[in-house]
């Protein structure tokens, strides 16, 4: 069995996506601390001066607790910021005016959600809606077996092989026996400028929308 530990992310870049794509079981680690270093709450995009991240603020208090227990600040004015990037930033791409209306109002929508563990789910699950894939997860916590130790883990769940989060060192717990789902980046149409890999799918709706298949058949 194939194993997918990764920590909840809205819109993970085409490592991790990999990761849960090939897997044939995949758990979102939302017991585990939460880092201003992980992916749990922005998005890396293709600014004007090359990698942007679009980022979902965390209230001060809830910065040290696990994953599933931190709340989204929105005190702070975060959604026009995060919605401008894209717009500023994608309004050229071929498949941005077909998703625009519903996105926009989407993410404008977002401030009815307390949790980002549940704003990651739902974002997750729309993008995962537009460009036709579907990947099943099941939350850390809500598995009786689950460890914090991932080998502890694959061993309770007899994975054979374990993927863990691209370049997450320095944030998540990792095996010295995981493996990388996707050895090299496909490149794509990404507009005029130099390609930029690693960056999160909200990159490739724009540029392939409902063509995105394209570029999973080389994940």
Do not use: C
């Amino acid at each position: 069995m194939k194993l997918a530990l990764l920590q909840p992310q809205f819109a993970p870049n085409l490592f991790d996506l990999a990761s849960m794509l090939k897997a044939d079981r995949v758990i979102w680690n939302d017991l585990e601390r939460w880092s201003r270093k992980g992916r749990t709450h922005r998005a890396a995009i293709k600014g004007e001066h090359g990698l942007q991240w679009v980022n979902i603020p965390i209230r001060t208090e809830d910065k040290k607790k696990a994953i599933g227990e931190v709340r989204v600040d929105h005190t702070e004015d975060w959604i026009e910021p995060f919605w401008n990037a894209l717009l500023h930033n994608y309004s050229d791409a071929t498949w941005f005016d077909f998703f625009a209306e519903e996105l926009e109002a989407v993410i404008r929508d977002l401030h009815k959600f307390e949790k980002l563990i549940d704003l990651n789910i739902s974002f997750f699950e729309q993008l995962s809606s537009y460009m036709e894939f579907e990947v099943n997860f099941q939350l850390a916590s809500q598995i009786t077996e689950f460890d914090l130790d991932p080998d502890i883990l694959s061993n309770n769940l007899n994975a054979e092989v374990l993927y863990q989060e691209h370049n997450a060192k320095n944030y998540q717990w990792l095996s010295d026996h995981h493996v990388q789902a996707l050895k090299k980046h496909p490149v794509y149409r990404q507009g005029p400028d130099n390609f930029i890999p690693r960056l999160s799918i909200l990159d490739l709706l724009f540029h392939y929308g409902k063509e995105s298949f394209r570029v999973f058949d080389h994940l």
